[in-house]
């Protein structure tokens, strides 16, 4: 038995599936049920696609009218989807410590930008690249925010807390500033 997922040798369902998704990411298209039948509804979301893209307007999916779903679908559905992580590795035991250069260290001082923007409590780090005096203030403060030992130093457990905490201070919306207990 294949997973709901899987439309492989289901043209149909494919089709559907791709003007869902289109019909989702934009509102000139319709959204699609995908019950692997051409029914009505079917012929008409293809029918608004063909004309919203120059194509001949027939309702009746051709190699044209495929290509250009399948080309329109690619990106829509990369909307759909969650961001792509980034992984940063640290090797075990691995600390960055003042006077450290390293690309990671741009990535966590974007952090702390935005967390120093939402606590009051962190202080802002420069943006260097380098775990300078100034950084090193801003991941102690964060650190102590955290209830972790301030060392300035950026390792695994800190790197795990700055994780956690960014998703929730970028996400609070424009010009909301919440300040957590303590902080």
Known sequence: MRPGESFVGQPIRSLQTMLRVLGENDGRYMRVIPDGIYGPQTMAAVTAFQRNHGLSVTGIVDQMTWEAITAAYEPAVIEQIEAQPVDVILNPGQVLRKGTSSPYLYVAQALLLVLSQRYSSV?????????DAVTSDSIASFQALSAL????????????????????????????VRQIPGG
């Open 149 to 176: 030992p301030m060392t300035g130093e950026l390792d695994k457990i800190t790197w795990k807390h700055l994780a956690l905490h960014f998703p929730l201070a970028a996400n609070l919306g424009q010009g909301t």
């Open 123 to 131: 202080s802002a780090p420069s943006q260097s690249g380098i775990l």
